[in-house]
T-cell receptor, first 114, second 114 residues
Framework: DAMVIQNPRYQVTQFGKPVTLSCSQTLNHNVMYWYQQKSSQAPKLLFHYYDKDFNNEADTPDNFQSRRPNTSFCFLDIRSPGLGDAAMYLC?????????????FGPGTRLTVL | AQKVTQAQTEISVVEKEDVTLDCVYETRDTTYYLFWYKQPPSGELVFLIRRNSFDEQNEISGRYSWNFQKSTSSFNFTITASQVVDSAVYFCALSEAGAGKSTFGDGTTLTVKP
């Protein structure tokens, strides 16, 4: 089945130790999104790629970076995780940039910062 | 700026009861899209329905129905004869035309008790 895959499902890191979360998709969608979701809150968009075009949200901290080496893969790098970065990180895809298109979500990676 | 408000933080019902989840939105655009997503305990958001701003027809899909009213800027979701498997967090989302991204409400946690 075509899907959005996130690895690992659970990630534990230490305060200040860089961490990378990965996302892959078999849907061949042009758009990929990274969201941060804290407990009982809405998903908060960090950035998205339309093909290779990177779009950063204005309030996304510089501590968060992303790479999309090809259509299928997208990575979220947290350069120096703080305790406040502990959250669920959701990857999503969309067929095209048109706002009409729904998003397809992966299962998420739960990040713990010690 | 666009905004989505889901005033009901948590709802608890007994199985077979009907339940309505409220969603109120704000936008200055005349063309926009509204979505509902379901996030079960497993964590993966699943798309349920999309409605565009020019289509105010209500929709029914099995036990699910949606009531879109532009006059009150609302897009409410009703589950008829609720089941335990309906227990999840439900998010309403809004995308303005051309934005290529969605603004999510804070979600409503629905618990259906046997």
């Amino acid at each position: 089945d075509a899907m959005v895959i996130q690895n690992p499902r659970y990630q534990v890191t230490q305060f200040g130790k860089p961490v990378t979360l990965s996302c892959s998709q078999t849907l061949n969608h042009n758009v990929m999104y990274w969201y941060q979701q804290k407990s009982s809150q809405a998903p908060k968009l960090l950035f998205h790629y339309y093909d290779k075009d990177f779009n950063n949200e204005a309030d996304t901290p510089d501590n968060f970076q992303s790479r999309r080496p090809n259509t299928s893969f997208c990575f979220l790098d947290i350069r120096s995780p703080g305790l406040g970065d502990a959250a669920m990180y959701l990857c999503a895809t969309s067929r095209a940039r048109d706002s009409y298109n729904e998003q397809f979500f992966g299962p998420g990676t739960r990040l713990t910062v010690l | 700026a666009q905004k989505v408000t889901q005033a009901q933080t948590e709802i608890s019902v007994v199985e077979k009861e009907d339940v309505t989840l409220d969603c109120v939105y704000e936008t200055r655009d005349t063309t926009y899209y509204l979505f509902w997503y379901k996030q079960p305990p497993s964590g993966e958001l699943v798309f349920l329905i999309r409605r565009n701003s020019f289509d105010e027809q209500n929709e029914i899909s099995g036990r699910y129905s949606w009531n879109f009213q532009k006059s009150t800027s609302s897009f409410n979701f009703t589950i008829t004869a609720s089941q335990v498997v309906d227990s999840a967090v439900y998010f309403c989302a809004l995308s303005e035309a051309g934005a290529g991204k969605s603004t999510f409400g804070d979600g409503t946690t629905l618990t259906v008790k046997p």
